[in-house]
């Protein structure tokens, strides 16, 4: 069926970065403890909700100082400890082939009996997971740059014109689905070449973006249209992070009015509480969130057919953002929480479009662009 | 913020197809009906299982032709047949527009309160998604013609030149992720341009997809990958439909060796049980599945690692499987479920990495296309 060609050397996976000098040093500290007939033992930063905190400076959600000491002469630390190396040294093999997997390919990668016992490396992917994020913390390198990735998720189009693992891309003219964001956005796999956008608009939902793009918003508000597929991976996140950095384009989000949207607005806005350490990476601080608002079922004179009713868990959601440290100081977003629970109902971006399907597009979101008093910060 | 341009056409919409006649043919018929004083009605293809066969020559899962009628001076039938027109009408009004919408955005559009009451025309999504499905068989046209779209999913990767929405794109060059195919993938939105694969090779995921890309596989042996992200959508399977029928592509199916996997390979062969009247312009009945297989635990010599115990559910399911009758008369399969129940475990593609990164798709995959006695029909 297939006649084999010459292989050409790979031309998608990262270049070799920082993270594989910071590996290096990992083992030779580990072989130096041993050398010395000292414990050997790695430190990895504590990640737990004790550990993390809000900077009024930078506004990230960030790890705190605290750390832990994971012991090879520990009973109840040595299989972790040997994880933590294992794990390492298959994300160095990676990197030196130039190649990258999932966190799925890495388990099946480490798994294996030790020799002359029935005991496995890893029982399962539930072990090498944390693993993974031991390890980004304990030599402070992201995920990507360990030449491991996620699924992709998400899409954009606009006026910005990109290489992607060396394929130079027109993101204005990529088809009805939009350029695909890759799980790896690192500079080293994607370069931007032009961009004549004036700012990004992301939305939540690809249903919604597709309205966006049929009715070509882009083009008519020289801007870039992205959408995350819901909670925008991290592909996704580094990239809109990277594009407001580096191309000095204001990030616009439009989700929806519930509970649900109000996360994912602080999650690009300030970074997961998970994964605090990546937020100096892929957090936004400058994102301003335009809707949907609670305020706009009056201010739009929506009909009720656009109301969806809270049930006890958006409650109980609602309240517990309304206490984030980097919402509870704001009186617009008290206002906005408060008046999601009087109104007693959510909407949908989508629910614009029960009006009339120009609704949204036409009317509604560049009111909201043009109007500085309706963006919550 | 922004500045509007003078608006242009939207390029990105299907164009006038067939549907547009047969909706009016539809509305006519019950507005004839009306003035000559009989109870108006349409006429539905029953969409039940007991309403569906394998053909065995079409080699589709087909619907019957039992059909019930809508009748409007019915109590019990009334309120659908209103919404039956409601959804058919808004459909017509997206036609003439040249615009889509998703089956949410259907929904909202056609909510509305019926003037001097309180009744609504739909009091939830669940109610209008069916009626999208009984408006498909009774005018007898896919959802896409009727310009509705679904979520997109999948990506694909190869020497294929395409026009999507009026930009030519190569899918040799697009980047880490591929070329991202749409929810709609009628010929009056996406034309095949040039082509020098002589093979599709499908995958489930779009982490294993990945693996392939990154080494190259679609340039080394002439061909194009594609993944759907699990279940293929609509959008996927009509685009491997297209390329199998128009371009005389060979389609090798890559799945898990699990009976979800068995079940991917059904729908894109033989086409849904639930939306039988679609396999006609969806199924693949000259696909063939290439792995993973349950003798390939032997066959490549696997280390226990790769082993996922079977549960209930998978041995109800597998055996559900067996008995369908596109599988009922074939002893190869018969032959392959029965192994897999003997082995009493799963295994994914990605455990075929536990040997190594390259095996999967330098050793693995190129033995199975080479082999056709390993294909499955």
Same mark, same amino acid.
């Given at each position: 069926m297939t006649n084999k060609k010459p292989k050409r050397a790979s031309s998608r996976a990262p270049k070799n970065g920082k993270a594989s000098p910071k590996l290096e040093d990992l083992a030779r500290a580990v072989v130096a403890m041993a050398a010395r007939e000292k414990d050997p033992s790695i430190e990895i930063p504590t990640r737990s909700l004790s550990n993390v905190a809000y900077n009024e400076k930078t506004r990230h959600v960030e790890m705190g100082a605290n750390k832990q000491s994971r012991n090879f002469f520990n009973y109840g630390q040595a299989k972790r400890f040997m994880q933590t190396l294992l794990v390492g040294s298959k994300c160095k093999e990676l990197i030196d082939m130039g190649k990258t997997a999932s966190i799925r390919q890495i388990y099946y990668l480490a798994k294996h009996t030790i020799k002359g016992t029935?005991?496995?490396?890893?029982?399962?992917q539930s072990e090498s997971d944390p693993i993974i994020e031991d390890l980004e913390v304990a030599i402070n390198a992201l995920r990507e740059e360990l030449h491991l990735f996620a699924s992709n998720r998400g899409n954009l189009a606009g006026p910005i014109t990109l290489v992607d693992a060396g394929s130079t891309l027109d993101c204005a003219a990529?088809?009805? @689905?939009g350029y695909a964001v890759p799980s790896i956005c690192e500079p080293d796999v994607i370069q931007f070449k032009k961009c004549k956008a004036k700012f990004i608009l992301h939305v939540e939902k690809d249903t919604v973006w597709r309205r966006f793009h049929e009715d070509r918003f882009w083009e008519q508000h020289d801007c870039i249209i992205s959408h995350g597929?819901?909670?925008?991976a991290r592909g996704m996140r580094r990239l809109l992070r990277r594009m407001h950095e580096e191309l000095k384009l204001p990030v616009f989000v439009l989700l929806d009015n519930d509970p649900w949207g109000y996360y994912i607005y602080s999650v690009i806005k300030h970074g997961s509480i998970n994964l605090a350490f990546e937020s100096r990476r892929m @957090?936004?601080?400058d994102a301003k969130f335009i809707g949907v608002s609670s305020f706009d079922y009056e201010r739009c004179d929506?009909?009720?057919?656009v109301k969806i009713e809270l049930d006890a868990s958006d409650i109980k959601r609602a309240k517990q953002i309304a206490n984030y440290p980097w919402f509870a100081g704001k009186r617009p977003w008290q206002r906005e929480i408060k008046k999601m629970l009087t109104n007693g109902f959510k909407m949908e971006v989508e629910a614009m479009i029960s009006k009339d399907l120009s609704y949204l597009t036409e009317e509604y979101t560049p009111m909201k662009l043009n109007d500085k008093k309706q963006w919550l910060d």
């Open positions: 029935k005991e496995k490396t890893f029982d399962d990529m088809g009805s @689905a597929g819901g909670q925008p @957090a936004i601080p929506m009909s009720d057919d």
